[in-house]
């Protein structure tokens, strides 16, 4: 069985974008894209809401992404995803499924397919609905060491408290500092 698991930067105070969905704050370097590169060894399938897709789509397919960051920019553009819209009518990067609704029995499906995990990068709105549908498996939360004062809260407006495991964590030399949380049984509900 796959596990689905939640990537996101945060700031201290616990935004994944600012109030107007920018996210310049992103304290990357070096390390954070040997990092990427090897957490892309781990992604079977990318699941984005509109939004995030909107801004991965428009970056990652461009020749200047491609010759900045090769090894990321071919891993992004050849993996499987889904976006889930209710507005858009057809995807044009590479390899995308649309869903026009989060359906858990689908997504369980997926899950119980073989295979590499399968990962949401940003993407808050399915984030949230994932989460009060207990389809999450692990939060990786990068804390960034910034604090916004306000912006868009990856779980504001969850339905109910969890209680999470800490499984591990990294500290890397900008600050940043990776919280892998795993979700306890009663708050997963698998077949």
Not at 44 to 64: C, E, H, I, K, N
Not at 143 to 168: A, C, E, H, S, Y
Not at 172 to 190: A, D, P, V
């Amino acid at each position: 069985m796959r596990k689905l698991i939640v990537f996101n930067m945060v700031s201290v105070d616990g935004y994944f974008a600012g109030p107007n969905g920018e996210i310049d704050w992103h304290n990357i370097d070096g390390e954070f894209n040997q990092f990427s590169i090897s957490q892309l060894q781990e992604v079977g399938a990318l699941l984005f809401g509109r939004v995030t897709y909107d801004l991965m789509a428009s970056y990652w397919p461009q020749a200047s992404a491609l010759r900045d960051d090769p090894v990321v920019a071919n891993a992004m553009n050849n993996l499987p995803k889904v976006v889930f819209s209710k507005t858009m009518n057809q995807v044009g990067w590479n390899n995308t499924k649309l869903m026009k609704e989060i359906n858990p029995e689908e997504i369980r499906k997926m899950k119980n397919e073989s295979g590499k995990d399968l990962f949401i990068f940003g993407s808050g709105t399915i984030v949230r609905a994932f989460t009060d549908l207990g389809l999450i498996n692990e939060f990786r939360l990068m804390v960034n060491p910034v604090i916004l004062g306000r912006g868009r809260g990856l779980f504001q407006d969850i339905k109910k408290k969890m209680t999470l495991k800490l499984i591990k964590t990294k500290t890397f030399g900008s600050g940043n500092i990776l919280l892998y949380y795993q979700t306890t049984k009663e708050h997963r509900r698998e077949q």
